[in-house]
């Protein structure tokens, strides 16, 4: 009896491990996404600075809403990366104290 329950601790543990592993490549992935998109937006902010100050008029009002769209997307995409890395961070955490009971 007490093979077999060290034997389901074992399977059991390494559930957890492999899941972790996929949660860390999966934070891998969005860490990546995140810093793409934060690129993106500094290579527009370049742009803007390099082209943008010369307009005028409804061209330059609508291309300020354009920028303000842009630039709170930017910022809620940083928001909501930062929440869910912090949330696969939760979870890893959670997963490892199992494993670590399982011992």
């Known amino acids: 009896m007490e093979l077999l329950d060290e034997i389901e601790k074992k399977v059991q543990r390494g ?3 492999l899941m972790v592993e996929i949660l ?5 992935n ?3 996404a995140v810093n793409r998109i934060d690129g993106s ?3 527009y902010r370049s742009a803007d600075s390099s082209y943008a100050n010369h307009w005028e008029g409804e ?3 609508k291309y300020e809403e354009i920028a303000a769209e842009i630039q709170h997307i ?3 995409i940083d928001q909501q990366g930062d929440r869910l890395i912090n949330a ?4 890893i955490r959670s997963l490892l ?3 670590e009971a399982l011992r």
């Open 97 to 99: 104290a199992k494993c």
């Open 15 to 17: 559930k957890f491990l």
């Open 74 to 76: 930017g910022n809620k």
């Open 59 to 61: 061209t330059r009002n």
């Open 24 to 28: 860390e490549g999966y934070r891998s």
């Open 88 to 91: 696969i961070y939760k979870e």
């Open 30 to 32: 969005v860490h990546q």
């Open 41 to 43: 937006l500094q290579m």
